[in-house]
């Protein structure tokens, strides 16, 4: 039925018209392009315009550095107290923004020689002021020749540089393949471990391991080849010792054991004699009463 209404010219004419659906990536992609342009244009008419000899300063640029990276409650009289400690300090400038007032982050330090200002160019930088690390710097403005500040795309930072940003899926996708090296690092780690046990027990034969050493016979507890015959030894010298301290009542206990049941036979009888005859009782009780007291 098109062609009722329309004829093949009109519909390739309109079809060429025809514009398909951006989709959310390939908006924000198209977005941040433009903005790059915008910026990159805006730049370059500000670097044409740029002109440092219209700006006049009743400073000396060789006894004024420059202060970084400040922090937007270090005010004036703070930065003067500090840098004092290189010398004199002459002027002390800090940039406010012209619409908000509030502090850049960054000023100016005018000393009275020029000596004081190379001082604190060489020991102030990094130096901890309410909390943050200065950047001490010469003034390149006027002492650096085609020097460029940093609203026309010139200075030293790093933030002008183009660096390409990741999504939350690219940065996701970076975990992940750092997540499966590590894994993959950590296997291949294992198996070079069990190749070299393999190795290690191909090359002894595969013959199981030793049995321990027995535990030594000369008494005492068990704590390894040399530890259990010191300890045995040390114990048996020492019970000789106490024996022969105690006049030899181990060599009487080894004693055979007729000649001991013929001693205590006849202590038995002597001490039933004495309690018998004290108490009044046989002798049985009183030989029970000298083993006790034995």
Do not use: C
Request: aromatic share 8%; no cysteine; net charge positive.
């Amino acid at each position: 039925y098109k062609s009722l209404f329309e004829t093949k010219e009109e519909q390739d004419a309109n079809f060429a018209q025809f514009k398909p659906i951006e989709q959310r990536k390939e908006r924000r992609a198209r977005i941040a392009e433009e903005r790059k342009e915008r910026a990159a244009t805006e730049l370059e008419a500000k670097a044409l315009e740029w002109d440092p000899s219209k700006y006049t300063f009743e400073t000396d640029s060789y006894k004024t550095a420059f202060i970084g990276r400040l922090s937007y409650l270090t005010d004036e009289h703070k930065l003067k107290r500090e840098m004092e400690q290189y010398g004199p300090v002459k002027n002390v400038a800090l940039v406010y923004d012209k619409n908000t007032g509030k502090p850049r982050g960054y000023g100016f330090v005018e000393f009275e020689h020029e000596r004081d200002m190379k001082t604190a160019y060489k020991h102030a930088d990094g130096r901890k002021i309410d909390g943050r690390r200065i950047l001490v710097d010469v003034e390149r403005g006027r002492t650096v020749k085609d020097w460029k500040p940093r609203r026309v795309g010139g200075g030293l930072g790093s933030s002008r540089k183009l660096r390409p940003k990741k999504t939350k899926q690219e940065k996701a996708e970076a975990r992940r393949a750092a997540a499966l090296a590590a894994a993959r690092e950590k296997a291949a780690a294992n198996a070079r471990r069990d190749d070299v046990r393999t190795n290690r027990d191909s090359r002894g034969g595969g013959a199981p391991a030793p049995p321990p050493p027995p535990p030594p016979s000369g008494g005492g507890d068990y704590r390894g080849d040399h530890h259990g015959d010191r300890s045995g030894g040390d114990r048996d010298r020492g019970s000789s010792r106490r024996d022969e301290e105690r006049g030899g009542d181990r060599r009487r206990d080894e004693a055979p054991r007729e000649d001991r049941h013929r001693s205590r036979s006849a202590a038995d009888d002597r001490g039933g004699d004495r309690y018998s005859s004290s108490r009044g009782g046989d002798d049985r009780r009183g030989s029970r009463y000298d083993d006790y007291r034995r």
